[in-house]
């Protein structure tokens, strides 16, 4: 296992706590709703099902990304600079590429998307070489890319501001 992806688990594993605490309350105060949907969902991915999301959005993963994945699969809402990120878990990550024109047209970037804010606009990991980047995409400016950073600070940037 590489030292930036321990760096990011051992991050995430300190938010894991936190998160099962919000989500019991959210469970307690909403479990006679109907249309009741869990807060958020983390289980890990087999390869086959990170094969199967490849093959959908025509990119590779690499890692250290590919292995969050699979051990977390994470489709939670965490806070990041003031604004509420929503990390997408591998069936998330089909729907915004399928329901996302845009997203087509990014495919000869190899960009896919990982999260979401509050305003509906991306961020989007570009692999470059042997690298990943996260971009933020405005999706009211022609989906114009803005450089977040590399992918394992910004991922645990927003982890730690969360705990």
């Given amino acids: 296992m590489n030292t930036d992806y321990q760096k990011l688990k051992s991050s995430f594993e300190k938010l894991l706590p936190k998160l099962k605490e919000m989500n019991d309350e959210y469970n307690e105060l909403f479990k006679n709703d109907e249309e009741f949907e869990p807060l958020f969902r983390i289980e890990s991915s087999s390869e086959k099902e990170i094969l199967d999301l490849e093959h959908h959005i025509q990119s590779s993963i690499i890692e250290p990304y590919r292995s969050f994945i699979k051990d977390y699969n994470p489709s939670i809402e965490i806070s990041c600079d003031g604004r509420g990120v929503r990390l997408l878990g591998i069936k998330e990550m089909k729907e915004e590429f399928d329901n996302t024109y845009e997203f087509k047209e990014l495919l000869s970037e190899n960009i896919f998307p990982i999260a979401l804010d509050g305003s509906g606009n991306y961020f989007v990991v570009k692999t470059e070489k042997e690298n990943q980047f996260i971009y933020w995409i405005n999706h009211d400016k022609d989906f114009s890319l803005s450089l977040e950073g590399k992918f394992i600070d ?10």
């Fill in 154 to 163: 910004i991922m645990i940037k927003w982890i730690e501001e969360e705990l």
